[in-house]
């Protein structure tokens, strides 16, 4: 059973920083590609980075040289640094763990609005 567990949403200012957490249950690091996605409001789910198993990254253009992701296996946990967020970035955000199946977590909200 896969489980995904998002953290670290929130309210920021533009050009501020956030780091989102998304914590997976048992060896799902390891099996599975890690990504995530976002979904702004009357807007389809869109791509914004993903780790594969053999630590292969890419990026969603509009997030180049802002966002970073990462892993820790210790902790099972994905990461999403954000920089230089902008009010674009205001989404929900989802991480992804895919391999021939695919899942979700429940997704965390960021806001970025002065």
């Known amino acids: 059973q896969v489980q995904l567990v998002e953290s670290g949403g929130g309210l920021v200012q533009p050009g501020g920083s956030l780091r989102l957490s998304c914590a997976a249950s048992g060896s799902v690091l390891r099996v599975y590609h890690m990504g995530w996605y976002r979904q702004a409001p009357g807007k389809p789910r869109d791509f914004v980075a993903q780790?594969?198993?053999?630590?292969?990254?890419n990026y969603a253009d509009s997030v180049k040289g802002r966002f970073t992701i990462s892993r820790d296996y210790a902790k099972s946990t994905v990461y999403l640094q954000m920089s230089s967020l902008k009010p674009e970035d205001t989404a929900v955000y989802y991480c992804?763990?895919?391999?021939?199946?695919?899942?979700w977590g429940q997704g965390t909200q960021v806001t970025v609005s002065s």
């Open positions: 992804n763990a895919v391999r021939v199946n695919n899942f």
């Open positions: 780790i594969t198993t053999d630590g292969n990254i």
